[in-house]
């Protein structure tokens, strides 16, 4: 899971599994990634996939 960080996106299957957001993200630390990891994956991935994000961003 390491090496591919960059390429991980977060998606759920919300509401057609039982699970909500908080049990989601309680899994996914639970991987023994590091912080920067977790941001990737939840967060910077996909907005570099959109172009969405802080302006004073580094690409």
């Given amino acids: ?3 591919l960080g960059d390429r991980v996106l977060f ?3 919300f ?4 699970y909500d ?3 989601a993200l309680d899994v996914l630390t639970r991987l ?3 912080a920067a990891w977790l941001r990737a994956v ?3 991935n996909a907005a570099r996939l959109w172009g ?3 302006r ?4």
């Fill in 1 to 3: 899971l390491a090496a």
């Fill in 11 to 13: 998606g759920s299957d």
């Fill in 15 to 18: 509401p057609n599994i039982p």
């Fill in 21 to 23: 957001y908080h049990h």
């Fill in 32 to 34: 023994d990634q590091d």
């Fill in 42 to 44: 939840c967060y910077d």
């Fill in 52 to 54: 969405i994000g802080r």
């Fill in 56 to 59: 004073d961003a580094a690409p």
